[in-house]
């Protein structure tokens, strides 16, 4: 009985001897280490980011390889539409409103940029430049960006008959450009 209890004690010794043996030998491993928990961790992390940031720039790169959609002036009517080749159109439209209401409308449109352009411009030192004879406005929006292009102009212009009078007509000619 007593050599069974000492082999029952040698052989519970000998397994403790071996568990702390293998644990000085190997530590729990790599990932035992914080310093390898940390880099792997942040590793993972930088990894994501980038996945992340792909993604993102690739939807952006897609919602630009289109038309933008430009404002309609309410009630005007399209007269004219052409494709004239991919990544290029221009819509006519024309309206019976006044003038400066159509171009009130797209001077208030957000992101849109407008220039009214004059017949002459005389430039005055020291003060505002003279403009003359009010031909036209100019408004552009721009959201090209990640090598895509996406751009649209809009012309408003009255219309004038022969005598150099107004119709009554104004006419939004607007140009649309996308793509890479």
């Not at 390898?36 to 990894?47: E, M």
Request: proline share 4%; aromatic share 8%.
């Amino acid at each position: 009985m007593a050599s069974e209890a000492e082999g029952v004690m040698t052989e519970q010794g000998r397994q403790t001897e071996e568990r702390g043996a293998a644990q000085s030998e190997a530590p729990g491993g790599c990932l035992s280490s914080r310093v390898v928990r940390v880099t792997l961790i942040a590793a993972v992390v930088v990894v994501v980011l980038g996945v992340i940031a792909v993604a993102a720039v690739l939807a952006l790169r897609a919602s630009r390889d289109k038309p933008l959609d430009v404002a309609i002036y309410h009630g005007a009517r399209l007269v004219n539409h052409e494709t004239l080749y991919d990544g290029f159109d221009h819509l006519q439209y024309t309206s019976d409103d006044p003038f400066p209401t159509v171009e009130a409308f797209y001077f208030g449109r957000k992101g849109m940029d407008c220039v009214r352009q004059y017949r002459t411009v005389e430039e005055r030192p020291g003060q505002e430049p003279l403009r003359e004879g009010h031909l036209s406005t100019r408004c552009q929006v721009d959201r090209s960006g990640y090598g895509i292009t996406q751009v649209a102009t809009v012309l408003i212009q009255p219309v004038y008959d022969a005598t150099e009078q107004p119709t009554g007509q104004v006419v939004i000619d607007i140009q649309r450009y996308w793509g890479e």
